[in-house]
């Protein structure tokens, strides 16, 4: 869904919104799974809209980059 926003100053935005199901399958991961991420604290940010939740892409991809970890090299015990 691709809406678009006014911002304070006056500008207007073009957002991404993906609903619970939508943001789910960017992610890879069961609906049912970002539910309990949202009831934790966990996950990408969200915006609520009314009963609706919704995800903004960018939140999304940024989210994404920010779960990138590097692997640690194990010590030799020898």
């Known amino acids: ?27 890879r991961v ?16 969200y915006i609520e809209m009314g009963r609706k939740i919704y995800y903004r892409r960018i939140d999304i991809e940024r989210w994404i980059e920010e779960q990138q970890r590097q692997p640690v090299p194990q010590e030799s015990t020898v």
Not at 5 to 21: A, F, K, P
Not at 31 to 37: F, K
């Open 30 to 45: 069961a609906a049912i799974t970002l539910h309990r991420w949202r009831n934790s604290g966990k996950g990408p940010p």
């Open 1 to 27: 869904m691709l809406c678009s926003l006014r911002i304070s100053d006056g500008t207007n935005m073009n957002v991404i919104l993906l609903n619970t199901t939508e943001a789910a399958e960017v992610l």
